[in-house]
Each structure stands twice: as structure tokens, then as C-alpha cells.
RNA sequence: GCGGUCGUGGCGGAAUGGCAGACGCGCUAGGUUGAGGGCCUAGUCGGGGUUUACUCGGUGGAGGUUCAAGUCCUCUCGACCGCACCA
């Protein structure tokens, strides 16, 4: 009978899930390995496809590392928290809460479908009391630190959904989830002071095993700039401003300044017959969202205020100009500008007639700025220095002026951390009646997010938990205070930023985890997930990290040692899969059709772990044939009892070498994430194993072994079948014996000026020197050498030899 | 525009600077079968050819380094991802 999947993934899943077999004993006294997923949130339409990748990878090294003696850490949890449970509640009046439980339920069974062997009792949700009475507990301590701050500030206002966004949920002036309009509206809240910790989330960059990408973007994204901050004052106003600069160098240059639209200044020093200008400029650009006002780039605009500054560095007085090319966001938001050496301030300089002074020798500035470097000139005191000397020597005299100081300046901003929604980690915060606000006491945690059937939202701005009387207000015991508690939540990457933590210790009701296990067990060995979270979620569980390291609670500065981002799984089309675009697949289907394992099988085989390559149908095929080849190859099909080829003795071993070989490969391609030449170094062994007439037992087991963490189901019911009683799971993984990979005799390739020309076998510890004596005695090389000189021999002992010769 | 990643058969892909195309898909042929499917075996980069171990060309394009380049360097074209008026 062939290979019946359904029963033998039932018949595992089961054994697993009764015997508890991948439970993890933290305070064991093995060598411990952490291979953590990135957890998902539970979404309504179940487990794509794309989950598996990454869970699959994870869950091999995880396997592999149990049969190399390891106690493994592999936990599942969920993300549970966030936008669309609460958007469905509201369209169908059902409860968040129910309805993330029904998520996850489905989610656990799905994946528990394909084999994963994690440690169920160590599940966890984020919207679990028990876990995010920790979220809280965080907060309190990161406000206690004064890293919580409330702040006014313009945030993304989405009327649609009655809440306020992120600009990282923002995309293209529409909301990420839902796609409605957002516009700018200033509001009280809850900040996170990230940038704190701006330089150490950069340097500490260097030291973890992660992709280079990755870091880049998180270099690029914390942004970081080194300049000097240039006080100009306004002529006839006792009024001054200040610019940010990475070219103080160029101060000389600086024909005028221009101050962002919305900076405090431009009220008051617009001159009389300018404010009508002026106005309508800022009315027109305060209408316009981000995407507009990107969109517009290629032309600046801009208006004179009337005003005029005094330049520092020569007294001369330049005008002051408003434009939307200056950011409010950035640096100070304003600009000195130096039209001759930056090709912003040239485009608008040129638009506008302003003048351009070339202070750096070279380029053409009737062309274009000169970005480059050169000598100084026009410029002073700083005549003849090139462009680092006179930055250095522009700062100091700013300095020793009282005009200006050096200055670090920071694309990162702060993280707005409030949210206006019900489903989420209410911030535990009180707002007294005397205006005082404090944390809840830690005793009092968690505050419970409590169970209502109004959730929608008020629309003023605030969550709807502003509604829930009986929750919103509080009186203190001792005092008799009235006061109300924060209506505003967590967003959704609170719970995610310290998850992997708590899995090392998931039920402490005492600690966020046991200080004894975090030190075991941290940092993480391996984490892997998807690259859209490069930035966001990395960055912020980073500064969680870093900051709870800063506090005592764990013993490293980093969370995750080693990173990988999974490619993605596209449709057949080759385009993204989307319900919209009809190419989705699902993975209980193919569990059905093909079983776990061959999807497990078919996803790690389809090309390197980190590329996105589209899904094949006839590719599964081939994944579930090869494990229908093994199967056949070990069970004789008739008896369903382990093959007459399977045997303890053979007279002729024609497979030592390639057994060895794979080994030998396949154990290397685990440890470094290559499970598609993995797989296909199996494929190779099973190949010439058809070919023999009998096969050792110890042959076979050692197969099985290497074949176990990417399809683990056949292979414990192949090692059932091999006698044993137990799982497999424990079991040593394979050794390979190195001098087994040798062979006597080998091939060696004799090339003349590079191209080959002929082969020859030798005998494998043949020397440089008589190889070099084959080569050139060998018939066919004989010949074509025969009317040229010999310059040159350069042998590769065991590889080849080539002849430079004409 | 800036930064990153990457261009290899009909397709997915493989190759510590050392025999390009492993392995799989697809396709072709033979075998097995009542037939089909399945399975087994063999072949499958292109041109030429005396078609087993012959020969020439070949890794987006153009140069370069090297005895030797898919791999390293320069330029260029293209794709994808991230950021985007960041002073």
C-alpha cells in the first residue's frame, strides 16, 4: 500500500501532543538553544501559506538541535491584539475577545497540523491578562524613567476609523489597514523617548549576526547626522532662530534662510505687506497631506516673509523665506541656505532669482550645486581648507562666539505609543483632579481591559473605553481623590516588543521572567520572520530591550543574536497572493492532499530560505514523489514491514561515500539555513540507493535521522518500523566519518591557459610534483603542447592542474 | 534621487576564485501496464559534428584583475525591496 499520510499525521500528532514530547525544561543543565518564530496575529482567515516558511526553518533547527543534545526553546504564541479584531467587532456587534479566541483556536490547529514542534504549555497571547499585566508593568517603569511622555503633536487623524495612526500605518496618505483618508490634527500623547537610545540602537547594530540589509535600514532609519546648530538673528527683531547644518563649512555661502511653514517664528517677524502672501501659502500647504506635499517635489515653492536675517559668520543680512521643502519634523525646521553647494537650496534659488556665492573651488553653478569637496574660497577665514578642516574650524569659532555649538541631529523620532481604540493593553495611568498624573501602583496590575458592547469610537478623539463610567473613574482610597484613569491603549507593537522574554518563563506571577532563566537563556539564537518587520518591530524590541537591560532586568544588550527574514511565497502568477487576486493557497488543503510533510518538504526545497519564488503545483508533486521514493525504497509495499533490502551486512558497500557525503552536507546546510541543497544532497543519496540491491541498516537510520526535522511524520513511522519504540525526536543525530568522503583514486582536470583539455585519475595522495609530471605526459596534452613553451604549472592538489603554455 | 539586494537552461534553482547548469519541475525516448495514470531507466544549455571520454560558444551588456572569473574590480542596462525635499 503507498504511503497514507492522513493516518500517519494523525497517528504523530497525536503521540506528540499526549507525551508532551517537545516540552521544554528550562532550568535543565544541557547546552540551550533558542529558536524563536516571529508570532503571528491570529488573523480571521487563518494560516497562509507564507506562515510555514519561516515556522518550518525554525522548527528543523529546532529538531536537529534536540538530537545534538541541546535543551531547545521553541515557543508559539500569538499577537492577538490590534486593528482588524476591532474593526469586525464593530461591523458585526460580536466581542473582540471572542472572536481573537476563535482566531486562535483555528491558528493553533492549523499549525499543530504541520508538525511544528513546539512547547504548547508555553503559549502565549499578548492579550492575556496574566501576560499584559507585564506590557504594563514595562510602561510603568519606562514612565517612572521619564521615557513616557504625553506630548501635543500633529498626528495622523483617520476619521474613517475614529482613531489615530502612526506614520508607519500610514501609507501614501491613506490608512494601512482599510485604505481611508487621514489628515493632520494635533493631539495630547503618549510618547516613548526612543530617540534616548538613538546612538546605542546604532552602534549595537554592528555586533549582531544579521543580514546586511537589515541593518542598513535601520541605519538609515534612525538617520543620524552630525552638523552644528547656527543662531541667526533677525534683523530689526529681538528675534533669533536656529538652523541645523551639516555644512557650517559653508556658512559664507548662506544667501538666505527658509523656515518650515509651520514654525513658530513666522508669525511674528512676516512683515505687514508680506502676511497676505505668507498666509495663503500656509493655508494652501495646511490643506495638503504628506502625499501632496511630497508629490509637488520636483517644484519647490516657497514665499518671502519681508524679513531678513543677520548671517553670523559675516553680518550680512539675507532674507527669510518659508517653504514645505523644510520639514518641521527634521532638525530644528529651519535651514540656513547655501544655493552654490546643495542642489535643493539651487533648485530654489534659481526659481525664486536669490543669489548663489560659490564658496568651494570647482563645479559650475550655472549648472548645478557643487556637492563635492574642494577648497574654500570667498569664505574668510576659512580660505584653502578643504571641506572637513573647515567644518571643524567653522564649529569652533561658532562656538567660541556663543553662535552656534555642534550638534547630533536624528532622522528617528519618538514613539507615539497611544492609540484611540478599545482593543488594546490600556495604558495603566491616572489623571487626578488636582491635574497631577500618576502610574497605577504595581500592585494594582494588570488594569484589566474591561468586557463592554460599546466599543465603537467616540470620535472626538478619544478610545472608547472614555465611555465605560464604572472603569473610567476612580477614587483613591486614602485620600478620597477623584481622578480618571488613561482611555488611551497600547498600539500593537507593545505586546510584540518583549514576547520573547516571557516564553522563557511563561507563567511567573512575580516577574516578567524568572533573572536566573532570562541569563540562561538569552539572547535568542534564532529568530526569523519576514522582512516587512526590518525596522518597526525590531527597532522597538530593541529599545525595550535595551532599556530593561539599562533597568537590571536582563543580561544582555541585545535581544536577537542571529536574524533571518524569510523570503515570501508568491501565487502561481508570480504576484503576491491576495484574496482579490485569486491565487491564494491554503495550507489545509494541501495538509489534505499532500500532507504536512510534503508541504513542509516542498517549501524548504523551492530555493534559498530568504528569496520569494511563486508556488508551483507540480513542484508540490515532485516534493510529495520524493517522499513516496523513500517510502517505497524502505517498506516493501505488500507487507507494509521494513524491506528485505534493509540489511545489518553487505558484501559490497556502494554506498559508504555518499552516505558519509550527505551527512556531511546536509547537517552543514541545517546549521546555515541551506535546506534547499539539504534536501537535494537527500534526494541524491535516495538516488543511488535505488540502485543498489541492499542497503545497512545503519544507512537507513542515519537517512532517517537527517530526514526527520523537514518531514518529522514519515520519519517517525519510519523509525517505528525500524524497531524502535520511542520517538525519534531524542535520538543522536548522525555523525560522518571524514576519511569515508575520500577516494582512492581521483579525478584531476589538466587545463592549458584555463581551458580543459583532458582528465586523468590518480592516486588521491599523489604530490605537487609528480602531478605536475602526469600532466604534462598525458597523451592528449602532449600533442598540444608539443610546439609551445611551457611558461608556467599551477597545480591545485586534488583539483585540477593547468599549463600555461604558447 | 539615496540606500540595499539581485540578474545563470523552457521553469525553481546549484556552484570555499579551480570541470557552469547539482537537485527538482517540465519535456523526450524506452520499459512496465488491457489502456490511461502511476512507477522504473535513460536523455535534456546552444551551435557544429565523425553524435560513448569530439569541438566551438555560453552565467543581462562592455571593459579590467588573475595561470584561472557566474564568483573580485570599474562602468552600464534591468528587476525587486526600503526610504524619500532629512538641511
Same mark, same amino acid.
Given at each position: 500500500?503507498?504511503?497514507?499520510?492522513?493516518?500517519?499525521?494523525?497517528?504523530?500528532?497525536?503521540?506528540?501532543?499526549?507525551?508532551?514530547?517537545?516540552?521544554?525544561?528550562?532550568?535543565?543543565?544541557?547546552?540551550?538553544?533558542?529558536?524563536?518564530?516571529?508570532?503571528?496575529?491570529?488573523?480571521?482567515?487563518?494560516?497562509?501559506?507564507?506562515?510555514?516558511?519561516?515556522?518550518?526553518?525554525?522548527?528543523?533547527?529546532?529538531?536537529?538541535?534536540?538530537?545534538?543534545?541541546?535543551?531547545?526553546?521553541?515557543?508559539?504564541?500569538?499577537?492577538?491584539?490590534?486593528?482588524?479584531?476591532?474593526?469586525?467587532?464593530?461591523?458585526?456587534?460580536?466581542?473582540?475577545?471572542?472572536?481573537?479566541?476563535?482566531?486562535?483556536?483555528?491558528?493553533?490547529?492549523?499549525?499543530?497540523?504541520?508538525?511544528?514542534?513546539?512547547?504548547?504549555?508555553?503559549?502565549?497571547?499578548?492579550?492575556?491578562?496574566?501576560?499584559?499585566?507585564?506590557?504594563?508593568?514595562?510602561?510603568?517603569?519606562?514612565?517612572?524613567?521619564?521615557?513616557?511622555?504625553?506630548?501635543?503633536?500633529?498626528?495622523?487623524?483617520?476619521?474613517?476609523?475614529?482613531?489615530?495612526?502612526?506614520?508607519?500605518?500610514?501609507?501614501?496618505?491613506?490608512?494601512?489597514?482599510?485604505?481611508?483618508?487621514?489628515?493632520?490634527?494635533?493631539?495630547?500623547?503618549?510618547?516613548?523617548?526612543?530617540?534616548?537610545?538613538?546612538?546605542?540602537?546604532?552602534?549595537?547594530?554592528?555586533?549582531?549576526?544579521?543580514?546586511?540589509?537589515?541593518?542598513?535600514?535601520?541605519?538609515?532609519?534612525?538617520?543620524?547626522?552630525?552638523?552644528?546648530?547656527?543662531?541667526?538673528?533677525?534683523?530689526?527683531?529681538?528675534?533669533?532662530?536656529?538652523?541645523?547644518?551639516?555644512?557650517?563649512?559653508?556658512?559664507?555661502?548662506?544667501?538666505?534662510?527658509?523656515?518650515?511653514?509651520?514654525?513658530?517664528?513666522?508669525?511674528?517677524?512676516?512683515?505687514?505687506?508680506?502676511?497676505?502672501?505668507?498666509?495663503?501659502?500656509?493655508?494652501?500647504?495646511?490643506?495638503?497631506?504628506?502625499?501632496?506635499?511630497?508629490?509637488?517635489?520636483?517644484?519647490?515653492?516657497?514665499?518671502?516673509?519681508?524679513?531678513?536675517?543677520?548671517?553670523?559668520?559675516?553680518?550680512?543680512?539675507?532674507?527669510?523665506?518659508?517653504?514645505?521643502?523644510?520639514?518641521?519634523?527634521?532638525?530644528?525646521?529651519?535651514?540656513?541656505?547655501?544655493?552654490?553647494?546643495?542642489?535643493?537650496?539651487?533648485?530654489?534659488?534659481?526659481?525664486?532669482?536669490?543669489?548663489?556665492?560659490?564658496?568651494?573651488?570647482?563645479?559650475?553653478?550655472?549648472?548645478?550645486?557643487?556637492?563635492?569637496?574642494?577648497?574654500?574660497?570667498?569664505?574668510?577665514?576659512?580660505?584653502?581648507?578643504?571641506?572637513?578642516?573647515?567644518?571643524?574650524?567653522?564649529?569652533?569659532?561658532?562656538?567660541?562666539?556663543?553662535?552656534?555649538?555642534?550638534?547630533?541631529?536624528?532622522?528617528?523620532?519618538?514613539?507615539?505609543?497611544?492609540?484611540?481604540?478599545?482593543?488594546?493593553?490600556?495604558?495603566?495611568?491616572?489623571?487626578?483632579?488636582?491635574?497631577?498624573?500618576?502610574?497605577?501602583?504595581?500592585?494594582?496590575?494588570?488594569?484589566?481591559?474591561?468586557?463592554?458592547?460599546?466599543?465603537?469610537?467616540?470620535?472626538?478623539?478619544?478610545?472608547?473605553?472614555?465611555?465605560?463610567?464604572?472603569?473610567?473613574?476612580?477614587?483613591?482610597?486614602?485620600?478620597?481623590?477623584?481622578?480618571?484613569?488613561?482611555?488611551?491603549?497600547?498600539?500593537?507593537?507593545?505586546?510584540?516588543?518583549?514576547?520573547?522574554?516571557?516564553?522563557?518563563?511563561?507563567?511567573?506571577?512575580?516577574?516578567?521572567?524568572?533573572?536566573?532563566?532570562?541569563?540562561?537563556?538569552?539572547?535568542?539564537?534564532?529568530?526569523?520572520?519576514?522582512?516587512?518587520?526590518?525596522?518597526?518591530?525590531?527597532?522597538?524590541?530593541?529599545?525595550?530591550?535595551?532599556?530593561?537591560?539599562?533597568?537590571?532586568?536582563?543580561?544582555?544588550?541585545?535581544?536577537?543574536?542571529?536574524?533571518?527574514?524569510?523570503?515570501?511565497?508568491?501565487?502561481?502568477?508570480?504576484?503576491?497572493?491576495?484574496?482579490?487576486?485569486?491565487?491564494?493557497?491554503?495550507?489545509?488543503?494541501?495538509?489534505?492532499?499532500?500532507?504536512?510533510?510534503?508541504?513542509?518538504?516542498?517549501?524548504?526545497?523551492?530555493?534559498?530560505?530568504?528569496?520569494?519564488?511563486?508556488?508551483?503545483?507540480?513542484?508540490?508533486?515532485?516534493?510529495?514523489?520524493?517522499?513516496?521514493?523513500?517510502?517505497?525504497?524502505?517498506?516493501?509495499?505488500?507487507?507494509?514491514?521494513?524491506? !528485505?533490502? *534493509?540489511?545489518?551486512?553487505?558484501? +559490497?558497500?556502494?554506498?559508504? @561515500? #555518499?552516505?558519509?557525503?550527505?551527512? /556531511?552536507? &546536509?547537517?552543514?546546510?541545517?546549521?546555515?539555513?541551506?535546506?534547499?541543497?539539504?534536501?537535494?544532497?537527500?534526494?541524491?543519496?535516495?538516488?543511488?540507493?535505488?540502485?543498489?540491491?541492499?542497503?545497512?541498516?545503519?544507512?537507513?537510520?542515519?537517512?532517517?535521522?537527517?530526514?526527520?526535522?523537514?518531514?518529522?511524520?514519515?520519519?517517525?513511522?519510519?523509525?517505528?518500523?525500524?524497531?524502535?519504540?520511542?520517538?525519534?525526536?531524542?535520538?543522536?543525530?548522525?555523525?560522518?566519518?571524514?576519511?569515508?568522503?575520500?577516494?582512492?583514486?581521483?579525478?584531476?582536470?589538466?587545463?592549458?591557459?584555463?581551458?580543459?583539455?583532458?582528465?586523468?585519475?590518480?592516486?588521491?595522495?599523489?604530490?605537487?610534483?609528480?602531478?605536475?609530471?602526469?600532466?604534462?605526459?598525458? !597523451?592528449? *596534452?602532449?600533442?598540444?603542447?608539443? +610546439?609551445?613553451?611551457?611558461? @608556467? #604549472?599551477?597545480?591545485?592538489?586534488? /583539483?585540477? &592542474?593547468?599549463?600555461?603554455?604558447?
Amino acid at each position: 500500500m503507498a504511503y497514507d499520510h492522513k493516518k500517519v499525521e494523525t497517528k504523530w500528532n497525536q503521540y506528540w501532543l499526549k507525551n508532551k514530547t517537545f516540552k521544554t525544561d528550562a532550568s535543565s543543565n544541557k547546552k540551550k538553544f533558542y529558536a524563536l518564530d516571529m508570532f503571528p496575529y491570529p488573523s480571521g482567515s487563518g494560516l497562509h501559506v507564507g506562515h510555514p516558511e519561516g515556522y518550518t526553518a525554525t522548527d528543523i533547527l529546532s529538531r536537529m538541535k534536540r538530537m545534538q543534545g541541546y535543551e531547545v526553546l521553541h515557543p508559539m504564541g500569538w499577537d492577538a491584539f490590534g486593528l482588524p479584531a476591532e474593526q469586525y467587532a464593530l461591523d458585526t456587534g460580536n466581542d473582540p475577545a471572542e472572536f481573537t479566541d476563535k482566531n486562535i483556536d483555528t491558528f493553533r490547529r492549523q499549525i499543530q497540523d504541520l508538525g511544528f514542534s513546539y512547547d504548547w504549555d508555553r503559549e502565549i497571547s499578548t492579550t492575556d491578562p496574566d501576560y499584559y499585566k507585564w506590557t504594563q508593568w514595562i510602561f510603568l517603569k519606562l514612565y517612572e524613567k521619564g521615557l513616557a511622555y504625553i506630548d501635543e503633536v500633529p498626528v495622523n487623524w483617520c476619521p474613517a476609523l475614529g482613531t489615530v495612526l502612526a506614520n508607519e500605518e500610514v501609507i501614501d496618505g491613506l490608512s494601512e489597514r482599510g485604505g481611508h483618508p487621514v489628515e493632520r490634527k494635533p493631539m495630547k500623547q503618549w510618547m516613548l523617548r526612543i530617540t534616548a537610545y538613538a546612538d546605542r540602537l546604532l552602534e549595537d547594530l554592528d555586533e549582531l549576526d544579521w543580514p546586511e540589509s537589515i541593518k542598513e535600514m535601520q541605519r538609515n532609519w534612525i538617520g543620524r547626522s552630525e552638523g552644528a546648530n547656527v543662531t541667526f538673528e533677525v534683523a530689526g527683531q529681538d528675534e533669533s532662530f536656529t538652523v541645523f547644518t551639516t555644512r557650517p563649512d559653508t556658512l559664507f555661502g548662506a544667501t538666505y534662510a527658509v523656515l518650515a511653514p509651520e514654525h513658530k517664528l513666522v508669525e511674528k517677524i512676516t512683515t505687514a505687506d508680506q502676511k497676505e502672501h505668507v498666509s495663503a501659502y500656509i493655508e494652501k500647504n495646511k490643506s495638503k497631506s504628506d502625499l501632496e506635499r511630497t508629490d509637488l517635489a520636483k517644484e519647490k515653492t516657497g514665499v518671502f516673509t519681508g524679513a531678513y536675517a543677520i548671517n553670523p559668520i559675516n553680518n550680512q543680512e539675507i532674507p527669510i523665506w518659508i517653504a514645505d521643502y523644510v520639514l518641521a519634523s527634521y532638525g530644528t525646521g529651519a535651514i540656513m541656505s547655501v544655493p552654490a553647494h546643495d542642489q535643493r537650496d539651487y533648485d530654489f534659488a534659481k526659481t525664486y532669482n536669490l543669489a548663489i556665492i560659490p564658496v568651494l573651488e570647482g563645479g559650475d553653478i550655472e549648472k548645478e550645486a557643487f556637492t563635492e569637496d574642494g577648497k574654500h574660497i570667498n569664505s574668510g577665514f576659512l580660505d584653502g581648507l578643504n571641506k572637513d578642516d573647515a567644518i571643524q574650524k567653522a564649529i569652533d569659532w561658532l562656538e567660541k562666539e556663543g553662535k552656534g555649538e555642534r550638534q547630533v541631529t536624528y532622522r528617528l523620532r519618538d514613539w507615539l505609543f497611544s492609540r484611540q481604540r478599545y482593543w488594546g493593553e490600556p495604558i495603566p495611568i491616572i489623571h487626578w483632579e488636582d491635574g497631577t498624573t500618576t502610574g497605577v501602583d504595581e500592585s494594582e496590575l494588570p488594569v484589566i481591559l474591561p468586557k463592554t458592547t460599546e466599543i465603537k469610537p467616540s470620535g472626538t478623539g478619544e478610545s472608547p473605553l472614555a465611555n465605560i463610567d464604572e472603569w473610567v473613574n476612580v477614587t483613591d482610597p486614602k485620600t478620597g481623590m477623584k481622578g480618571r484613569r488613561e482611555t488611551n491603549t497600547m498600539p500593537q507593537w507593545a505586546g510584540s516588543s518583549w514576547y520573547y522574554l516571557r516564553f522563557i518563563d511563561p507563567t511567573n506571577s512575580d516577574h516578567l521572567a524568572d533573572k536566573d532563566l532570562l541569563n540562561e537563556w538569552l539572547p535568542v539564537d534564532v529568530y526569523i520572520g519576514g522582512a516587512e518587520h526590518a525596522v518597526l518591530h525590531l527597532l522597538y524590541a530593541r529599545f525595550w530591550h535595551k532599556f530593561l537591560y539599562d533597568i537590571g532586568v536582563v543580561p544582555t544588550k541585545e535581544p536577537f543574536q542571529k536574524l533571518f527574514n524569510q523570503g515570501m511565497i508568491l501565487g502561481e502568477n508570480n504576484e503576491k497572493m491576495s484574496k482579490s487576486k485569486g491565487n491564494v493557497v491554503n495550507p489545509d488543503d494541501i495538509v489534505g492532499s499532500h500532507g504536512a510533510d510534503t508541504l513542509r518538504l516542498y517549501e524548504m526545497f523551492m530555493g534559498p530560505l530568504d528569496a520569494s519564488i511563486a508556488w508551483s503545483e507540480t513542484g508540490l508533486d515532485g516534493a510529495r514523489r520524493f517522499l513516496d521514493r523513500v517510502w517505497r525504497l524502505f517498506i516493501n509495499e505488500e507487507t507494509e514491514e521494513l524491506s !528485505e533490502k *534493509i540489511v545489518n551486512d553487505v558484501e +559490497d558497500d556502494k554506498l559508504e @561515500k #555518499v552516505y558519509h557525503e550527505t551527512v /556531511k552536507q &546536509v547537517t552543514e546546510n541545517y546549521q546555515d539555513l541551506k535546506f534547499n541543497t539539504a534536501i537535494s544532497q537527500m534526494m541524491v543519496f535516495i538516488n543511488e540507493a535505488y540502485k543498489t540491491d541492499q542497503i545497512l541498516t545503519a544507512y537507513v537510520e542515519g537517512f532517517v535521522k537527517l530526514l526527520s526535522p523537514i518531514a518529522p511524520f514519515i520519519a517517525e513511522e519510519l523509525w517505528d518500523k525500524l524497531g524502535h519504540d520511542e520517538t525519534i525526536t531524542f535520538e543522536a543525530w548522525p555523525t560522518y566519518d571524514e576519511t569515508k568522503l575520500e577516494e582512492n583514486e581521483i579525478e584531476i582536470v589538466v587545463q592549458i591557459l584555463g581551458k580543459n583539455r583532458a582528465r586523468m585519475m590518480v592516486d588521491k595522495d599523489v604530490t605537487r610534483e609528480e602531478l605536475e609530471k602526469l600532466a604534462l605526459e598525458h !597523451e592528449a *596534452i602532449k600533442e598540444r603542447i608539443a +610546439d609551445k613553451t611551457v611558461r @608556467k #604549472v599551477i597545480v591545485v592538489p586534488g /583539483k585540477l &592542474v593547468n599549463i600555461v603554455a604558447n
